[in-house]
């Protein structure tokens, strides 16, 4: 009897374990082929996703959702991917979420006869989609954005959730979700009054859901810099992407981990995290190697994939 209860522990215990704190990485090979998306490697360590469904104006369906997730978490896990650019195929960046999806998931909801039976279905979908906007912020790599023409509802909730925000001077946003009849549920109410450091800006841009332009969101903070165009802006923001490609992985992907963690709790708590993180990283190679070619002024070293 106790031999097999401690057989049993011995052979569970552990396989329980390893599945809690091993995560796979994933080859550039195993990336999916995704139906809404474009993934492609412009520079070295440098993934550019886009946005594909240009002829409905990159608009949310089912199958993006979901794509946007499992694209996101797996480039978290490919050790040569270092840095995300996230652009939109087409006329515009995105118009939000797709309205007949919409409709057709209220419809679905309203054939469940039980209310805590259609209460359970939306709450279910909103989760999914909420998962989906925070899949960028829990990719360890950074996350750059550029948004060109329309960037609507749902689409302002998934920029607010990248590290880095461009726009093209033709760019014009709306948190438009109120227009529809919604109450934004995928992080800009969380994201955005934090992005742009002012309540009063925030709320009025989600009571009103009013179009403003590149110029207003380079000016409440939204997005750090406007480009002419989308073409400029790729060439300068691979070049950004680039440079931080080039620092050390390590370094950087704890930079993201610890700004995300910090950024809704006290500094005491975000600063014991990145101490805990940094007593076992500032043991690793990369800080003597890069350490050592400041200090000699010499080229940046190479670092190996993380
Ligand atoms: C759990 C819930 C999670 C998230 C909820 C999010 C809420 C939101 O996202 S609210 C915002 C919803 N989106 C909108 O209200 C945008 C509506 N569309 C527009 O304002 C415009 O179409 C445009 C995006 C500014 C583009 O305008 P224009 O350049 O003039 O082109 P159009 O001919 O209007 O559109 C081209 C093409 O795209 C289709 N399309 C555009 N937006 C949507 C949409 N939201 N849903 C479905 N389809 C959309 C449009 O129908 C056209 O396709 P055709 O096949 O040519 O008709």
Sequence with gaps: MMTSLIKTIAFNQPRKVISNIFVRTFSKAELPQFETLLVSEPKKYVYHVELNRP????????TMWQEIQTCFSTLSNIPQCRVIVLTGQGKHFCGGIDLQTLVQMAAEAEELEDVARKARF????????????????????????VTHNACIGAAVNLI?????????????FSVREVIVGLAPDVGALQRLPKIVGNGSVARELCFTGRNFDAKEAKEIGLVSQVFPDKDTALVKVLEIAESIAAKSPVAVQATKVSLVYSQSRPNQEGLEH???????????EDLTKAAIAQATKSPPPDFDNV
Excluded: M
């Excluded at 989609?129 to 950074?142: F, G, H, N, R, Y």
């Excluded at 990145?274 to 690793?284: E, F």
């Design 160 to 172: 607010t959730a990248a590290d880095i925000r461009y726009c093209t001077e033709d760019s014009w």
């Design 55 to 62: 002829k409905k104006s990159n608009t949310f369906t089912r």
């Design 274 to 284: 990145i101490r805990l993180i940094n007593s076992v990283n500032n043991q690793g």
């Design 122 to 145: 939306h709450y279910n979908f909103i989760k999914y989609a909420q998962d989906t906007i925070s899949s960028l912020e829990e990719c360890v790599k950074p996350v750059i954005c």
